[in-house]
């Protein structure tokens, strides 16, 4: 995808559909597709500084009993893990979307890219299935 | 491809009940950082016509929204204080009433269950 907020929307539904067929439950889904939304809005607005035209490239699998999503831009590397946090104030909702993507994955990490292969980060995000569990219904052997 | 502008559409149905000294309009659609800019634009546009004491936004058809939508929502609201007004958010759906409690601001908005409950609200 370019890195067009027009875009955002499709690739979201798209996430979530995929989120749906690996089992995960409504409010999973809808967890899924808004991390996704709010980490495609900050490579949009923070490391590409709003430019509509630059690559994102966003991928997702099922990993034992995650779903994986990873997306890659080629931006200005700066790692939002490592920025500084501030005390959250409700009237500057400023960095929201690094706080849905830490309480509703279940896993992120921030993974910057080498610049021989054009820097830039690749963000990875697991939704673990509870479901597909060991010892669940779903992932217990007999 | 259609004529029709979609910051025309997103708000719709606006009106104002004297009274009450307030503007209610209906919001529509999903609303993420692409259209969220045609939202603040129309938002802020209707506190400098009407300078309503209280906004009631109907959220009925909105399904959706990411965090750019609720940075609009937040500045109005802190444009709606300077004059002394309160915006009230009626009818929310599931995921926006979620990411409203996310973000903990289903405290600072009015959240109402319909329109005719925010309008009767003190």
Redesign the interface.
């Known amino acids: 995808m370019n890195s067009d907020?027009?875009e955002?929307?499709d690739v979201?539904r798209a996430v979530e559909n995929l989120a749906q067929s690996f089992g995960l439950d409504e409010k999973a889904v809808?967890e899924v597709?808004?991390c996704v939304?709010?980490a495609l809005?900050n490579v949009?607005?923070h490391a590409y500084g709003g430019a509509t035209d630059r690559p994102i490239v966003v991928s997702g699998y099922c990993q034992d009993a995650s779903l994986v999503v990873t997306i890659r831009d080629w931006g200005n590397g700066v790692n939002p893990a490592t920025l500084p946090p501030k005390p959250?104030n409700?009237?500057?909702?400023?960095g929201?979307?690094l706080?849905?993507l830490r309480?509703m994955m279940s896993q992120v990490s921030y993974v910057p890219q080498p610049q021989d292969g054009g820097g830039g980060m690749l963000l990875v995000m697991k939704k673990e299935n509870p479901k597909l569990r060991r010892g669940s219904d779903f992932g217990a052997r007999p | 491809m259609s004529d029709v502008n979609p910051s025309l559409d997103l708000v719709h149905g606006t009106r104002v009940e004297p009274s009450k000294k307030a503007v209610v309009a209906s919001v529509r659609g999903?609303i993420?950082?692409?259209n969220s800019p045609d939202l603040r634009g129309t938002l802020l546009e209707l506190l400098a016509k009407h300078e309503p004491k209280r906004l009631v936004l109907n959220l009925s058809q909105v399904p959706?929204m990411?965090?750019?939508a609720?940075?609009v929502l937040?500045e109005a609201?802190?444009k709606i204080r300077k004059t002394g007004g309160r915006i009230f958010l009626t009818d929310l759906q599931?995921?926006v009433k979620?990411?409203l409690e996310?973000?903990?601001?289903d405290s600072?908005f009015v959240v109402a269950k319909d329109e005719a409950d925010a309008l009767a609200k003190q």
């Open positions: 907020p027009a955002i929307a979201r809808a597709g808004l939304n709010e809005a949009m607005r959250f409700p009237l500057e909702p400023g929201l979307g706080i849905c309480r | 999903e993420d950082l692409h959706y990411d965090s750019s609720i940075a937040v609201l802190q599931p995921r979620g990411l996310i973000a903990r601001l600072i």
